[in-house]
C-alpha cells in the first residue's frame, strides 16, 4: 500500500486493478456488477485488516487436533453506510470480522449535490458503546453526503476514530471530512481518485449512477 497523510490507497495491482476497470465500465450492470463490487469489498476488507485487533485463539479440527489461530477481538466496530453501500459493500467487507453492528442511513440531496440531510435510519442497539466507526461508501464525490451521515452517527455514539473507504473518491471530499473531523481519528482507506467536477458535483472519469447501474440488465 502507498500511504499519504492519513489516506491509505489499495495497491494497483491484480486483481482490483482490472476489478476496478470492470466498475468502471459501463457495460457491467446488474448481477454482474454486483459481483465486482463485491470482489472489490474484499479486498478492501483485507487491507482493514492493519486497523483491527486480533488475538491468538485455541480450537479444535475435525481430527481432534488442537490448533492455535486467531480471531479477531475488535468489538467496538460500527460499521456505517448507505442503505445503497450497506448490503453489497459494507457486510462484504463487514463478514470478515465478524461484525454485527451495522448502521444504514438514507440522505436527500439537494439539486445541486453539494448538500444533504439524513431522513431515516435502521440502527443497532448499544450504538453509545461503538469505539471506532467504519464508514463505506463506494463513491465520494462532493462529501456531503459522509459529512450528513457522519455527523448524525457521531452525535449519537461519539466514537474515539473513524475510518473511511470509498472505492473511488476525490481529493476535495476527502480534505473535507478531515478538516471536519480533525478532533478525532479520521482516516482514509481509497481506490483511486478522480477529478471532481465543480458545477456538477459529479467524479470524472467516474462510474455513473452506481443505483442504476445495479438495477440494470448487463450489456455483457
Given amino acids: 500500500m502507498i500511504k499519504i497523510k492519513n489516506v491509505t490507497f489499495i495497491k494497483k495491482q491484480e486483481p482490483f486493478q482490472s476489478l476496478i476497470t470492470k466498475f468502471r465500465d459501463k457495460s457491467y450492470c446488474g448481477e454482474e456488477l454486483k459481483k465486482i463490487y463485491k470482489n472489490l469489498g474484499s479486498i478492501f476488507a483485507l487491507e482493514l485488516a492493519s486497523c483491527i485487533k486480533f488475538e491468538e485463539f485455541n480450537i479444535v479440527t475435525p481430527l481432534n487436533k488442537e490448533y492455535t489461530g486467531t480471531r479477531c477481538v475488535d468489538n467496538n466496530l460500527l460499521f456505517v453506510s448507505t442503505f445503497e453501500d450497506n448490503e453489497i459493500f459494507a457486510k462484504t467487507i463487514g463478514d470478515f470480522y465478524e461484525v454485527q453492528k451495522y448502521a444504514m442511513l438514507n440522505v436527500d440531496r439537494a439539486e445541486n449535490g453539494w448538500e444533504a440531510s439524513v431522513v431515516s435510519a435502521e440502527l443497532p442497539k448499544n450504538i453509545g458503546d461503538v469505539k471506532t466507526i467504519v464508514f463505506c461508501k463506494s463513491v465520494l464525490a462532493t462529501g456531503c453526503t459522509a459529512k450528513s451521515i457522519l455527523k448524525k452517527i457521531s452525535e449519537l455514539c461519539n466514537p474515539e476514530s473513524i475510518i473511511v ?46 443505483e442504476n447501474r445495479l438495477k440494470s440488465v448487463s450489456n455483457i
Avoid: C, H, Q, W
Fill in 165 to 210: 473507504i470509498s472505492i473511488i473518491s476525490s481529493n476535495e471530499a476527502i480534505k473535507e471530512l478531515r478538516d471536519k473531523y480533525r478532533y478525532l481519528n479520521i482516516n482514509f482507506l481509497v481506490g483511486e481518485i478522480d477529478t471532481l467536477d465543480a458545477k456538477s458535483g459529479v467524479l470524472l472519469p467516474g462510474l455513473g449512477m452506481i
